[in-house]
């Protein structure tokens, strides 16, 4: 009798193993066309009318979920706000996640329109194009879909919105109070956040925060991040002759200002790519059971290396992960005069450099430029944030421009936090996988806001693939990830803490 009951009791869980899994696959599958009818409502970042229409779809998805909803505005662009009804009884989470996209160049993508999704599968080193209609009877996770905010970030809404069919149809009490904020300028640095944060306060609060946002660690393994750098921008402009001169005439004569900005730049690090500027790195300490936490992560340096085909990294940090705990002096952009078949035998006007640099909890963005702008002085340059006048022009040797971007800050939570031990530990037992645990990812996400305003911890849980291109032509998702997120969502809206 007991070896009856015994066969029975794993016979009704290899049934309802294999029922979850058909329940997951055909969510899977309902996720891919949901996805396919969200990208293709073009959602550029500069573009208003875009944003308003992607605004009505969200609407409509979440409340036929059962979700109350509201557009909140902003000194930019509405956010998007929804809320299961509360219980006042329940812990709140908080999700943040974005609807916006980069824009896109479309003579760079392998397809005719970046928001028409494109099936397809890989094919030695490229990729092949396949059909929707073969998808029907099986679902091969390895595929992969293309399209302008497929992984960064609509993916993940997707796979939250069915995740929460799932929960529905499976009739599972949620043990929290749910509650969406879904930013609309993300891509053009979410300027307008921090207030519109200030004034819903109240609408906003909550337990704790999950990003979903950025792709999970290179292994694929579930991934927990605990904080993410900020970011700042300068741009620097250097002056040559009024208008560019013949190089035969005047080379040797006319001062170059690809050159002034060229020495400048090349100053500022020295041949290991460490910042020089005095007090760049102030305040920045890392004790052995911080170091321990960094090299837990299962990175591989020569894997990296050979994906970017470089032979040796900066020495900013002796790894990948140390690296990332100090703010960077990154060169985004660089230009002067023409290239290419466009060159020209001429002394530049100008010269620009785009800078923008990463910052991490000890570094104020505002403190950083001002030790760059002083540091710059000390070159010998007269400092204007506008083009110079003649009088200025020939009063001064150097003359440079200076303009500066705004500050998004940079966050990190406590790996301690009983709220990020909750999310390890569900992502584990679920995947049966241990959780990369990452102190700070080198991105950014404008969540120091929340943090500031609301006095909650934050994490990011990131669904997606590692090679998903975001930002970049020929974007794309893994269906293998649309999975894992609503599994991660399902688990994580399931769980009791």
Sequence with gaps: MKKSSFLIFILYGIFTYAQDSLHLKSQVRHSIDELREFVAIPNDALDHADINRNLTWLTTKFNDRGFNTSILPTD????????????????????????????????????????????????????????????????????????????????????????????????????????????????????????????????????FLVINDGPVH??????????????????????????????????????????????????????EGRVLIKGYYDGITLDEATMKILKSVPDDEKTINANLEIKTPEKVGSFYQESLQYP????????????????????????????????????DGTRLKSLVKKYIEKQGFYITDSVPTKEERMNHDKIITVLEGTVTDAFRTDLNNTYGNFLVKTLKETFAEEVVQIRIMGGTVPIAPFINELKIPAFIVPMVNPDNNQHSPNENLKIGHIAYGIRAFYAILSSSQ
């Design 218 to 271: 290179n292994s694929e393994k579930p991934t927990v991040v605990y904080g993410c750098r900020g970011i700042t921008t300068l741009s620097l402009t250097t002056y040559g002759p009024i208008r560019p001169q013949h190089s035969g005439h005047y080379g040797n004569y006319a001062p170059n200002p690809g050159f002034q900005l060229a020495q400048l730049l090349a100053s500022m690090k020295d041949s």
């Design 328 to 363: 960077s002096l990154n060169i985004r952009g660089l230009g002067s005069g023409w290239i290419g078949e466009q060159a020209r035998t001429i002394v530049p006007a100008t010269a620009t450099a785009e800078i923008d640099m990463r910052l991490v909890p000890e570094s």
């Design 76 to 207: 930019g662009e509405s956010l998007f706000f929804a809320a299961l009804p509360m219980e006042d009884s329940k812990p709140t989470i908080l999700f943040y996640m974005h609807f916006d996209g980069q824009s896109v160049d479309i003579s760079k993508w392998d397809q005719a329109n970046p928001y028409e999704v494109v099936l397809k599968s890989k094919d030695g080193d490229g990729w092949k194009t396949e059909s929707f209609d073969d998808l029907n009877e099986d679902i091969n996770y390895d595929w992969r879909l293309f399209g302008r905010s497929t992984s960064d970030d609509k993916g993940p809404i997707v796979m939250f919105l069915n995740a929460i069919d799932l929960l529905q149809k499976n009739k599972v009490e949620i043990p929290f109070n749910i509650k969406v904020i879904l930013d609309s300028e993300e891509e053009k640095s979410s300027a307008p956040l921090p207030k519109a944060v200030k004034d819903y306060r109240e609408l906003l609060e909550a337990d």
